[in-house]
Every structure is written in structure tokens, then in C-alpha cells.
């Protein structure tokens, strides 16, 4: 990420990686694309399991949201518009003070995953399964792709305020060409 030259709030410009690193978190409904992802931070949690009937995943949720709010409230504050370790320990302790006890596995982490093969899922969580099921059973194979790491999901709105049948999710599978 980039730091914004010194302004005044007002002037602050919004940082958007959805506009500024598009292709990342972008990708066809139902259908996946391979990109070469660069390295990005992200606010993350672990989890595992059926996010519907979790515990553990509605705090790590509520977590993150909390975190990332901090996080950009004191960016603003601070007139810039980039992450780092300590302006990530001060919205984490924020959240805390307002949550309670936040999920260990809370962090801020780069990622430079490579190729991936990613898709954009519209709908309940419940319903990602037949899509994953056909990239590791089919597209992975017929393109002689082997898995590089597990796949994960980045969430593009908030499941707390968003109609299953409306929430929106990036599917992503890092990848490598398989050995011949």
C-alpha cells in the first residue's frame, strides 16, 4: 500500500483496493479465473467448519469487522492510509475493549500467493460446495493444476447485515502446474 502525501482529513483520499487492486477481489460468478496474486496485507482469522452453525465464527466475524473499523477510523485520524503493526495492536485493542476477548488466531498477515484460481460466489455459505467440489474435481485436474496452499474465502460484505441469498464471497485456490 501507498501513504497518502500529509493532508488534512477532508483530503484524506479513500482507499478502495476493490478499485486500486481490482483483480484480487474480483472475479466471474461461478466460473474460475487464474490470476497472479501480489502480495496484499489482510486482517484475518482461522477457522474451520459450517460458518452457519459456529460459534467461534460469528465472534471471529464480529472480530474482524470491530478490528477493521478501528482500523480505519484511527487511518483517518492519523491522516494516512496505510496498515502497519502498531496501528493494527491499537484498533485490536479497541475491539477488545469494546468485544471482550478477540479470537487468538486475529492478525494482520501479507499474503503473496501467486496463481490462484478464484471464482465469486453469490448466496449463502451453504450453498459454496458444489463450486469448490467442481474446481478440486474438475478444473483443477483438467487444467494440471496441484493444490499450493489451502483455499480460503475473502467475504465482500458483512454476513451480520447481508441476506444470505445476497452475500457475496471470492472463492480463492492457490495453485501450481503439476508435475508431469
Not at 466460473?31 to 496485507?41: D, Q, Y
Not at 475493549?97 to 478477540?102: F, I, P, R, T, V
Amino acid at each position: 500500500m501507498r501513504s497518502a502525501p500529509a493532508a488534512s482529513n477532508s483530503e484524506l483520499p479513500k482507499l478502495d483496493l476493490k478499485t486500486v487492486r481490482k483483480g484480487p477481489f474480483t472475479a466471474p460468478r461461478g466460473e474460475f479465473a487464474a490470476l497472479v496474486v501480489p502480495r496484499v496485507l489482510y486482517l484475518m482469522a482461522d477457522g474451520r467448519g459450517d460458518p452457519n452453525a459456529s460459534p467461534d465464527y460469528a465472534r471471529a466475524v464480529e472480530a474482524l469487522y470491530s478490528t477493521a473499523y478501528a482500523l480505519k477510523f484511527a487511518s483517518k485520524a492519523q491522516g494516512r492510509d496505510f496498515v502497519d503493526d502498531a496501528a493494527f495492536a491499537g484498533a485490536r485493542e479497541k475491539a477488545a475493549s469494546k468485544l471482550g476477548q478477540l479470537p487468538p488466531s486475529l492478525r494482520l498477515e501479507a499474503l503473496e500467493e501467486g496463481l490462484c484460481l478464484q471464482a465469486l460466489h453469490i448466496g449463502s455459505y451453504d450453498e459454496e460446495g458444489p463450486l469448490l467440489a467442481r474446481l478440486h474435481g474438475e478444473i483443477m485436474p483438467a487444467g494440471g493444476y496441484a493444490f499450493a496452499g489451502p483455499h480460503h474465502e475473502i467475504y465482500l460484505g458483512d454476513p451480520r447485515k447481508t441476506a444470505p441469498s445476497k452475500l457475496k464471497t471470492i472463492l480463492r485456490q492457490p495453485v501450481r502446474k503439476a508435475a508431469a
